[in-house]
């Protein structure tokens, strides 16, 4: 279960079940776009809770960042790999 709130209205925005164990999320570029760690994938969702992309490079994440710079979404998993993914262009750069 995923909610995003307004902190200083103290508003819902969106809320909506994954139906899997959430690891970690972070916005991206803006808070229109979520990427989420989940059990096996890390997955992006749109603002509306709807499923935008699979990312199947990252396998087992338990964690991730975006450095906003670059445009790279990080993830570290089970194995100990640091997995880069450029944003704008989709593909993977380094792991």
Same mark, same amino acid.
């Given at each position: 279960?995923?909610?995003?709130?307004?902190?200083?209205?103290?508003?819902?925005?969106?809320?909506?079940?994954?139906?899997?164990?959430?690891?970690?999320?972070?916005?991206?570029?803006?808070?229109?776009?979520?990427?989420?760690?989940?059990?096996?994938?890390? %997955?992006?969702?749109?603002?509306?809770?709807?499923?935008?992309?699979?990312?199947?490079?990252?396998?087992?994440? %338990?964690?991730?960042? %975006?450095?906003?710079?670059?445009?790279?979404?990080?993830?570290?998993?089970?194995?100990?790999?640091?997995? %880069?993914?450029?944003?704008?262009?989709?593909?993977?750069?380094?792991?």
């Amino acid at each position: 279960h995923l909610a995003v709130m307004d902190s200083h209205n103290l508003t819902l925005h969106t809320e909506f079940h994954v139906q899997e164990r959430v690891r970690d999320a972070c916005f991206l570029h803006n808070f229109s776009m979520l990427a989420i760690a989940q059990a096996n994938h890390v %997955f992006i969702y749109d603002d509306t809770g709807a499923e935008v992309h699979k990312l199947d490079d990252h396998h087992d994440p %338990f964690a991730i960042d %975006f450095l906003p710079h670059h445009w790279l979404l990080t993830s570290v998993g089970r194995q100990g790999i640091l997995r %880069f993914q450029d944003t704008s262009t989709g593909q993977l750069v380094s792991q």
